[in-house]
Structures are given as structure tokens and as C-alpha cells.
């Protein structure tokens, strides 16, 4: 990933940097891999996540 700073203004392309990291899911990862997850609050995690997901597209769908 890369963001180009122009006219050294390092704090736009801090916030620029920080969205685009955030959009990849890389904060969530993060927060998810600082301690070790149970298989079966993984398990549960990942299938509330997907049902997230999916009442998201079924929102977009009707419209």
C-alpha cells in the first residue's frame, strides 16, 4: 500500500493512510489476533459476521 504526500503535508496523508488501512480490514485483524480466540467464539464470530454481510447486500438489493 502505498500514499504519496504532497507539498509535505504529512498529516493528510497519515489520515489518507490510516482509511485506506482501516477499509482493508487491517485494524480488525489486529484487534481479532491480540489474544487467542476459542474455536467456538471464532466459529460464532465469523457466522455473525457473515449474516452481517449478507442482510447488507439484501439491504442494497431492494433498492
Known amino acids: ?3 504519496r504526500v ?3 503535508d504529512v498529516e493528510k496523508a ?5 482509511n485506506k ?3 482493508s480490514g487491517l485494524f ?4 481479532v489476533r491480540r489474544a487467542y480466540e476459542k474455536p467456538s467464539v471464532k466459529q460464532k464470530r465469523k ?3 457473515a449474516q452481517r454481510r449478507l442482510a447488507k447486500v439484501q439491504r ?4
Request: proline share 0%; hydrophobic share 40%; charged share 50%.
Open 1 to 3: 500500500m502505498e500514499v
Open 6 to 8: 504532497i507539498d509535505n
Open 14 to 18: 497519515l489520515k489518507i493512510l490510516k
Open 21 to 23: 488501512l482501516s477499509k
Open 28 to 31: 480488525k485483524e489486529l484487534k
Open 47 to 49: 457466522s455473525i459476521e
Open 60 to 63: 442494497r438489493r431492494r433498492f
